[in-house]
């Protein structure tokens, strides 16, 4: 065996290596446990004694020359590629997420109302017959139970639904807080509907309820203008039709002038100017009476507002369902 002839293969083949890649295959090759060094010392061992020992004390001095080489060699590497690393390259951006713009402006929206001395509550989304329909004035067999919006109702069980509007907060809260009341209650609501445009089968609403010895449509009136004055961070007109709810006596539509065209006439509110965004009304007398208090004492106002619409006004956006769409080209501008 000629060792001095390995030896130069082996320094031939290891000045050749160019990147960690082959020395690590240098290294398999010659040092690894099938590699060619363990294959000498099996060739060895029918030598005589005086020979192994000669020729493996050769070999073992080598193999740590190359160790040592190799060791030199791997910080080298490791030191190029560090070097081809440009630090002063700006960072590559992380996308983070952000809230749901209907978060966002729910979050707006109760801040408002909690500088103006509203408590900010929250009812169940899955609710009683009683709480959605009997608390409110609307006992089985009134048409308002099959009356366009409040008929569009998922029925859960015999007994529960889901939620139709936030309404069911009010005698909800009328009987836990009692009088007086100055509170809103966000959250989802569910209905039957056909979607378009204007309607989801589930959006936002903010119940706003107002309970004390004085209250009247002018107080009501006043609250939501300065709401909107807050919310638009601009002076809104708003106008109150006459309405019907049965557990608001008077009841009023409320329209505010649309802020997508300044109320000169666009698709988002129908050529109209004026867009609808929310029911409201002096609480009724029975209502007062099934949260439990004196319907003589306690006098008050309720409402009942869209998120969603809200924020369509906010942002000009001209669909309600681009927020359940999942488009994220759509979030991304929030
Ligand atoms: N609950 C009514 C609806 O969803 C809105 C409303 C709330 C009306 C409170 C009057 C008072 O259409």
Redesign the pocket.
């Known amino acids: 065996m000629d060792i001095s002839k390995i030896k130069n293969t082996i320094k031939k083949e290891f000045e050749e290596i160019k990147n960690s890649k082959e020395l690590r295959d240098f290294s398999k090759k010659y040092l690894g446990k099938q590699g060619e060094i363990r294959k000498i010392f099996g060739e060895i061992k029918d030598m005589t004694l005086e020979e192994k020992k000669v020729i493996g004390q050769e070999i073992n001095s080598f193999v740590k020359e190359i160790e040592v080489e190799i060791n030199k060699i791997e910080k080298t590497l490791k030191q190029d590629s560090l070097e081809k690393i440009d630090s002063s390259l700006p960072p590559i951006e992380i996308e983070t997420g952000h809230l749901h713009p209907l978060t966002q402006v729910r979050r707006e929206i109760e801040n408002i109302f909690q500088l103006m001395g509203f408590s900010v509550l929250e009812g169940p989304e899955v609710e009683d017959l009683w709480h959605n329909f009997d608390s409110?004035n609307i006992p089985e067999g009134h048409p308002a139970r099959d009356a366009l919006?409040?008929g569009k109702t998922f029925y859960l069980r015999k007994n529960l639904v889901l939620r139709?509007?936030?309404?069911p907060a009010?005698t909800r809260y009328m009987k836990k807080l009692g009088a007086p009341l100055r509170i809103v209650i966000p959250g989802r609501?569910y209905r039957y509907e056909r979607t378009d445009a204007s309607h989801e089968t589930n959006f936002y609403?903010i119940?706003?309820?107002m309970l004390d010895e004085n209250i009247s449509v002018a107080n009501l009136k006043g609250v939501l203008e300065r709401f909107l004055q807050e919310f638009f961070k601009k002076k809104i007109k708003i106008r109150l039709r006459p309405?019907y709810?049965p557990?608001?006596e008077p009841?009023?539509e409320i329209d505010m002038s649309c802020a997508v065209c300044s109320g000169n006439g666009c698709s988002a509110c129908k050529k109209t100017g004026w867009v609808e965004i929310?029911?409201?009304?002096m609480?009724h007398p029975n209502v007062v009476e099934n949260g439990g208090l004196d319907p003589e004492k306690w006098k008050g106002?309720?409402?009942?507002?869209s998120i969603d619409r809200l924020t369509m006004m906010k942002y000009k956006i001209n669909d309600i369902r681009w927020f359940h769409s999942g488009n994220l080209k759509f979030l991304k501008q929030f």
């Open positions: 409110l919006s409040l139709s509007h936030t309404s009010q609501v609403q119940e706003g309820l309405s709810f557990f608001t009841s009023f929310l029911g409201a009304g609480v106002f309720a409402f009942g507002m």
